[in-house]
C-alpha cells in the first residue's frame, strides 16, 4: 500500500474551494459558496458554518 500525503490546498483545489490561513486562530479557513470551515491547530476542534465542534484528535506537523 502507498502512503500519500495531501495538503490543505490540495484538499480545496481538488473539492473547488479556497482555503487561507488565519494566523490570529491558527487555523486553516476553507470558503466554498456559503459554506465555511475552520480547522483549528490549536486546540481539539473545528468550526463548520460558526458552530464549533470538538474532536479528539489533535494537529500533527510533520
Not at 468550526?47 to 494537529?59: C, F
Given at each position: 500500500m502507498e502512503l500519500r500525503i495531501f495538503t490543505f490546498r490540495d484538499l480545496a483545489a481538488a473539492l473547488g474551494a479556497t482555503v487561507e490561513w488565519d494566523d490570529k486562530q491558527k487555523a486553516a479557513v476553507y470558503k466554498k459558496k456559503d459554506k465555511?470551515?475552520?480547522?483549528?491547530?490549536?486546540?481539539?476542534?473545528?468550526?463548520?458554518?460558526?458552530?464549533?465542534?470538538?474532536?479528539?484528535?489533535?494537529?500533527i506537523s510533520y
Open positions: 465555511t470551515i475552520i480547522f483549528y491547530t490549536n486546540r481539539n476542534a473545528y468550526s463548520w458554518n460558526r458552530v464549533e465542534h470538538s474532536t479528539r484528535t489533535v494537529y
